[in-house]
C-alpha cells in the first residue's frame, strides 16, 4: 500500500467552516494556499519566488481536532498542516462526473516562523469504550 503522508505550509485563504455531522461529530473544512516555487540564484546566492500562482488546497479534521481548529485557526493565518490525501468522484446533480483531491487533516497548527502562539490543553471528552465485537488480531477500543 502506497503512503500518501503530506505536510504543507501554507496560508488560510478562507475563515474555516464548522459543521456537525447528524450524529453530532464536528467536521471542519480549512482551505489554504501552498507557498509560491522557489528557486536559487546563483548570482546573488539568494532564494527568490518565481513568477507563478500559489497552489490552493482543501483539507477536513474532524472530531476534537475539528473543534480546536475551528478556536484556534483564522483567515490569513500561516499554518503547517500534516495528512494524507484523499481522492472522491462523484457525479453531480447534471449528471457530470466530479472529482476532488482534498487533504484530510491529522495535524494542524499555527506556524511558528513569523508568529508566537500560546497553548490551552484541552480535557478529554471520555476515555476509550471496548468493543465487544472486534477480530483476534486487534485491540477492542
Known amino acids: 500500500m502506497a503512503d500518501n503522508a503530506i505536510t504543507i505550509v501554507g496560508t488560510v485563504t478562507m475563515d474555516p467552516e464548522l459543521r456537525k455531522t447528524g450524529t453530532g461529530m464536528s467536521v471542519l473544512e480549512v482551505n489554504f494556499a501552498g507557498p509560491k516555487k522557489r528557486k536559487f540564484n546563483r548570482d546573488t546566492s539568494q532564494w527568490e519566488n518565481v513568477e507563478d500562482d500559489p497552489q490552493y488546497f482543501s483539507g477536513v479534521a474532524f472530531g476534537d481536532l475539528a473543534d480546536n481548529a475551528n478556536a484556534t485557526i483564522t483567515k490569513g493565518m500561516r499554518v503547517v498542516i500534516v495528512g494524507k490525501l484523499n481522492y472522491s468522484s462523484w457525479q453531480d446533480q447534471e449528471g457530470n462526473n466530479r472529482s476532488k483531491v ?33 477480530e483476534e488480531d486487534e485491540a477492542p477500543f
Open 102 to 134: 482534498q487533504i484530510v487533516i491529522d495535524e494542524i497548527s499555527p506556524s511558528l516562523r513569523f508568529a508566537s502562539a500560546t497553548v490551552n490543553r484541552q480535557e478529554l471528552n471520555s476515555e476509550p469504550v471496548a468493543r465487544e465485537n472486534y
